[in-house]
C-alpha cells in the first residue's frame, strides 16, 4: 500500500504564502511524475503544476510566476510553494504521484486525501 499525505494548507489573506507538502509512504521502489491538482467549491479538478523524476516542471498559466514545485526524491516528498495568493486560489489542493512497488511493476497513479486553501480578500 502507498499512502500520499499533504500538510500546509490553511487561512491566508490575499498577497500572502503558503507551502504545501506531500509526503509518500508504504512500499516505494520509486515515484515517476508527482503533481499539484486543485478543485475550487463547484468547479472541475485541475492542474496546478507537475514536477518529474528529473525535476523537470510544468505549471497552469494562471499560478506561473507564483507557484513553485519542487521535491525532494530521498523523502518521497513534493512540495508547491505558493506566493502572491489570490482569491481565486481557494481550493482543496490535492497532491498526486505515479508510483510503482518493484523494479519490474508498473507505476499506479496515487492520490493524497487534499488539504484546504482558503485565501480571504
Known amino acids: 500500500q502507498v499512502q500520499l499525505v499533504e500538510s500546509g494548507g490553511g487561512l491566508v489573506q490575499a498577497g500572502g504564502s503558503l507551502r504545501l507538502s506531500c509526503a509518500a509512504s508504504g512500499s516505494i521502489f520509486s515515484i515517476n511524475a508527482m503533481r499539484w491538482y486543485r478543485q475550487a467549491r463547484g468547479k472541475q479538478r485541475e492542474l496546478v503544476a507537475v514536477i518529474s523524476s528529473g525535476g523537470g516542471t510544468n505549471y497552469a498559466d494562471s499560478v506561473k510566476n507564483r507557484f513553485t514545485i519542487s521535491r525532494d526524491n530521498a523523502k518521497n516528498s513534493v512540495y508547491l510553494q505558493m506566493n502572491s495568493l489570490k482569491p481565486e486560489d481557494t481550493a482543496v489542493y490535492y497532491c498526486?504521484?505515479?508510483?510503482?512497488?518493484?523494479?519490474?511493476?508498473?507505476?499506479?497513479?496515487?492520490w493524497g486525501q487534499g488539504t484546504q486553501v482558503t485565501v480571504s480578500s
Open positions: 498526486n504521484a505515479d508510483v510503482r512497488s518493484s523494479n519490474s511493476g508498473p507505476y499506479f497513479s496515487r
